[in-house]
Antibody
């Protein structure tokens, strides 16, 4: 059974940083791209960033490019999201999701329960 | 960037059929995926690619896609189907994943 468990969320001041982590199990981690998706209060789902199975290619939404960095450790079955220069509009529940292939196109067929990021002074 | 347009809300009586649209330029040429999200829960994939269902998703859920509109159809709607539904595609031109704005399904 696929399991994705996010951690690292919390309260941070505007301009601050936070590092999210997602621990994966139940599948061959390095064979699949991984993605972060967020949902802000009262808003819909928003794609944030994806990384290919090998970690060789990374993709970012325009809203976070230059501030967020996605990475993965295939030896530890983990994917990370380093978030810098956080803004009020980054406040959301952040979900880790497994892509259905090793590249990063396609759908997200498994999701974690999410971790809440609150940006406030 | 590629835009997906969904109606904000759809209401249907139990036992009836709900249809949720997802509009996009020539979306019929793309693979469209649909997610269900209930309050406080993670999204769940309910339809992928060209109308396929993941294991465990009831046959009541189906998908179609042609021209500029993709459609999620839920037959014999039950109270447990009340949720937010999102369509999603991969836009090759921008190399971005794109979600529709979401549709809140209310079961009357």
């Amino acid at each position: 059974e696929v399991q994705l468990v996010e951690s690292g969320g919390g309260l941070v001041q505007p301009g601050g940083s936070l590092r999210l982590s997602c621990a994966a199990s139940g599948f061959t981690f390095s064979s699949y791209a991984m993605t972060w998706v967020r949902r802000a209060p009262g808003k819909g789902l928003e794609w944030v960033s994806s990384i290919t199975g090998s970690g060789g290619n990374r993709y970012y939404a325009d809203s976070v490019k230059g501030r967020f960095t996605i990475s993965r450790d295939n030896s530890r079955n983990r994917v990370f999201l380093q978030m810098n220069s956080l803004r009020a509009e980054d406040m959301a529940v952040y979900y880790c999701a497994k892509n259905d292939n090793g590249y990063y196109t396609g759908n997200f067929n498994s999701w974690g329960q999410g971790t809440l990021v609150t940006v406030s002074s | 960037s590629y835009v997906l347009t969904q109606p904000p809300s759809v209401s249907v009586a139990p036992g009836q059929t709900a249809t949720i649209s997802c509009g996009g330029n020539n979306i019929g040429s793309k693979s469209v995926h649909w997610y269900q999200q209930k309050p406080g829960q993670a999204p769940v994939l309910v339809i992928f690619s060209y109308g396929d269902r993941p294991s465990g998703i009831p046959e009541r859920f189906s998908g179609s896609n042609s021209g500029n509109t993709a459609t999620l159809t839920i037959s014999r709607v039950e109270g447990g189907d009340e949720a937010d539904y999102f369509c999603q595609v991969w836009d090759s031109r921008s190399a971005h994943q794109v979600f529709g704005g979401g549709t809140k399904l209310t079961v009357l």
